[in-house]
């Protein structure tokens, strides 16, 4: 045993360890109400400008019915496997998984107010700093090619402009 390690003072760093069945079971359940949730907010989107084109919101509710889909497949998975062959689930930073959470609700919730790419700017570093990088240059690397992929998929690619 190593000496640092000897002090009572010393303790090791948190983990929270779940099951998997509950982890699986947790994590679907989570994602089937934020699919429900998106797919109820696109039934508030505008109507097709005309009968050729199917309007904003048939691509989001498509893709929230596959998430629903799968969140439910997942809950069903989950209880018709063996326990046995299911290993538990270490978390061993809780708190980046926390502020990682948080941070994205904030992107989420700043996107409307301050546009994609400045609250793309400002999150994604954040993000990366709750998941452990530190270097400086990747941080702004990564925030800013994002934006860069983003915009040019979009823009040029798909012919739509994110405000």
Known sequence: ????????????????VFSARVALVLAALLSLC?????????????AAYNTAEVGPARVPLI?????????????????????????????????GVLATLALTFLWVWGMPHIGFYLASVIVVPLIMLAGGERRP???????VGFVVFVHVCFSFLLDIEFP
């Open 1 to 16: 045993m190593s000496a640092h390690l000897n002090n009572p003072t010393d303790r090791a760093p948190t983990v929270l």
């Open 34 to 46: 934020c699919f429900a949730w998106m797919a109820w907010q696109s039934m508030a989107f505008p």
């Open 63 to 95: 893709a929230c019915t596959g998430g629903i889909l799968a969140s439910i497949g997942l809950i069903i998975h989950a209880f018709l496997r063996k326990s046995d062959s299911m290993p538990a689930i270490a978390i061993r930073k809780p708190l």
């Open 137 to 143: 240059l990747m941080l702004g690397l990564t925030a």
